[in-house]
């Protein structure tokens, strides 16, 4: 036997193989395009959540605060030390390899600074200034929040937006799931056209009915209630019945003959069949609502005049307007605000989700 016929034959990867180590590759290039987009969100989102973080630092100062130039993003001060009545910056002032905070007496030529020790005033150094270290400290102050709430009759214009929000929410939602319910289940002649005519007025600016509608108000007496903002609400509106349409047209008619087979009546359809089922895009049009009116400053400026019916939008605008030197208390009055929107939103993020979506029927 010859040593050719004898050599061993190396063995052939398979398919298998390489497929397999095909797809490794592939796995590690979606790893690092996912790791990849994550931290672009993610500085997108820190990005983003600056002008939150200063609304809420700047609400934690106080007026020494306020004047530093430039701001801080957080609420830092100088720190002072009090001789002869007067207040003298600390600094952290290194001498002989030791690092303490020392008060700065005097200034002298050249730059040069006279500094005490804060615990011994007697022990004294000489040196730059410029070569020191100011110091600051962390100084938060919550007073803030309850001379802002008292500066302002904020309960009361809480409780109008609230009352505007919620009663207005229920009556866009009872009218707005009638008209769709109707444009989705039933079959008529002109149904089609009277839809597009409903979406028509959505391209209507809401300048144009302005006048109308303020001359209409006026002549009933609806004019400084907060009625102009909740009654035209349980008349639907085009943009919510068309979304509320489109989610009912997903579920199956199956289920409204089978209620009609058991004797259940159109309205017991609407209330114990398509309702239930519309949860996610129910709860979505709700987080919309109380979003629009919750911020709404636009409609309560029109109709309401006096202070006892304003909303929280308006009263802390003209909050604004009459203690503009006040930054620290309009900051912590609109932080207040913005507390229950994102509240409801982390409550209902899973159904407003689905909502989003238009998830389908479950089977």
């Avoid at 989705?184 to 002109?190: K, L």
Wanted: proline share 6%; net charge positive.
């Amino acid at each position: 036997m010859t040593a050719e016929t004898t050599a061993p034959i190396a063995p052939k990867r398979s398919k298998v193989f390489r497929r397999q180590r095909g797809t490794g590759s592939i796995k590690m290039q979606d790893y690092a395009v996912r790791s990849f987009a994550t931290i672009i969100l993610a500085a997108g989102a820190v990005f983003i959540l600056v002008p939150l973080i200063f609304m809420i630092s700047t609400s934690l100062k106080d007026r020494n605060q306020m004047r530093q130039t430039p701001p801080m993003l957080l609420p830092l001060e100088r720190v002072f030390f009090q001789i002869d009545g007067k207040d003298r910056p600390v600094y952290d002032v290194t001498a002989d390899g030791v690092t303490k905070p020392m008060v700065l007496l005097k200034n002298m030529p050249q730059g040069q600074g006279l500094f005490a020790d804060v615990t011994n005033l007697e022990q004294q150094v000489t040196a730059k200034v410029a070569e020191q270290k100011e110091k600051w400290q962390f100084e938060v102050h919550w007073e803030n929040y309850p001379e802002a709430v008292t500066s302002i009759p904020f309960l009361r214009y809480t409780l109008n937006t609230l009352i505007v929000t919620f009663v207005g929410m229920a009556g866009m939602l009872f009218s707005c799931s009638l008209v769709a319910y109707g444009f989705s289940r039933f079959r008529a002649r002109w149904l089609n056209i009277l839809f597009l005519v409903l979406l028509s007025t959505i391209m209507l600016p809401a300048q144009v009915r302005l006048i109308p509608t303020y001359v209409l108000f006026q002549k009933i007496g609806w004019i400084d209630t907060l009625l102009p903002l909740i009654v035209p609400l349980f008349f639907a509106n085009a943009y919510d019945v068309f979304l509320l349409r489109q989610f009912f047209m997903t579920i199956p008619l199956e289920l409204d003959d089978a209620a009609r087979v058991d004797g259940a009546s159109p309205l017991q359809i609407l209330l114990h069949i398509i309702l239930p089922q519309s949860r996610p895009i129910l709860v979505t049009l709700a987080v919309f609502h109380f979003l629009y009116a919750w911020n709404d400053f636009y409609e309560p400026l029109i109709y309401l005049h006096t202070r006892d019916s304003w909303t929280l939008a308006v009263g802390i605008q003209s909050f604004n307007a009459l203690y503009s030197n006040n930054t620290h208390l309009i900051m912590a009055a609109s932080a207040l605000m913005i507390i229950p929107p994102i509240v409801l939103f982390f409550l209902a993020q899973k159904i407003f989700v689905q909502g989003v979506v238009f998830s389908g029927v479950k089977g």
